[in-house]
């Protein structure tokens, strides 16, 4: 049974696994179900593209869920790998920059929620470093796409470059804060 460490995590997993025909998301239906004192979370709805019934089931970690944007807390997933992490927070980023590039300052307020989840996803790809080591082992990856952005850029998993790359995130967020306050 699939562990999640919160409801964000299962949803992040669920549109990172596409339906046979190929379409990602789904309209999904969520109940929980008590399974001899285990209580399972499970997701089911149609392909809106071919019609088939997909289904997850997810135990959730007994750790308290964090507040989103945040996926999960200390320990890394279980369920989603950290190139896979690293895939979420590319294209969530250079979505957020082109808004960033195309909108005024007084306007970037906009994209802090999508800036603040990239972030969050970029603090996934850490957990998975091992506090000795320089670099997250090439184990780690278990996924298609964990291991084809593994084979794309090894250095991207290296505890140097995932720091930089967090600083930088960070004062971006740090950026639209300053230049775009909440209203209020």
């Known amino acids: 049974m699939l562990v999640a460490r919160s409801a964000q995590e299962a949803h992040t997993y669920m549109d990172l696994r596409a339906c046979a025909c190929g379409a990602a998301k789904f309209e999904r239906q969520h109940r929980l179900e008590n399974r001899t004192g285990v209580l399972v979370s499970v997701y089911e709805g149609a392909c809106a593209q071919c019609g088939r019934t997909r289904s997850f089931e997810f135990t959730l970690s ?29 294209r969530v980023s250079a979505e957020a920059g082109r808004q960033l590039l195309s909108t005024p300052p007084a306007e970037h307020r906009q994209v802090r929620p999508a800036t603040a989840y990239a972030i969050a996803a970029l603090e ?23 291991r084809a952005m593994y084979a794309q ?18 004062k971006i967020l740090a950026d639209i804060d300053h230049f775009s306050p909440p209203q209020g």
Do not use: N, Y
């Not at 869920?65 to 190139?83: N, T």
């Not at 090439?138 to 996924?143: A, E, I, K």
């Open 124 to 146: 996934e790809v850490a957990k998975f470093l091992p506090d000795d080591a320089d670099r997250i082992p090439q184990d780690r990856f278990v996924s298609e796409r964990g």
């Open 62 to 90: 007994e750790d308290r869920p964090p507040a989103p944007p945040a996926f999960g807390g200390p320990e890394p997933s279980r369920i989603i790998d950290p190139g896979e992490f690293l895939w979420i927070s590319d």
């Open 153 to 170: 850029d090894p250095t991207r998993f290296t505890r140097k470059d995932i720091t930089a790359a967090l600083e930088l995130k960070r």
